[in-house]
């Protein structure tokens, strides 16, 4: 329960580190993706390790964790390609523009 504790933390704490350091809106985008997965998934299961998988608190914790695996990368996805849609430049150091090329 502790470990599982910590990794949270440990994710949770890199992916601000990284949106505070990272220079355009589409890298920003993957931290926080990666904060809130590796972030926030690790601490539910250690509240349902800690409570038991079957009690009131574990089954939430559990559900919450399954929906956050399934819709994180959905609206990280949906972010990015509506900051993409709307203009919003990329950093000036990328080093392709993979949907530009395709059409």
Not at 19 to 33: A, E, F, G, K, N
Not at 37 to 56: E, F, H, I, R
Not at 65 to 75: E, G, H, Y
Request: hydrophobic share 55%; glycine share 10%.
């Amino acid at each position: 329960m502790v470990v599982l504790s910590l990794v949270g933390l440990f994710f949770s704490l890199s992916g601000a580190v990284g949106v505070l350091r990272m220079p355009d809106v589409y890298s920003r985008i993957q931290c926080t993706s990666k904060m809130i997965t590796m972030g926030a998934v690790p601490a539910l299961l250690a509240v349902a390790v800690g409570k038991g998988v079957l009690s009131q608190y574990g089954v939430h914790a559990l559900l919450v964790a399954f929906l956050l695996l399934v819709l994180n990368p959905a609206a990280s996805h949906a972010l990015g390609r509506a900051a993409y849609k709307t203009g919003i430049r990329q950093w000036a150091g990328a080093v392709v523009d993979e949907p530009r090329e395709r059409s």
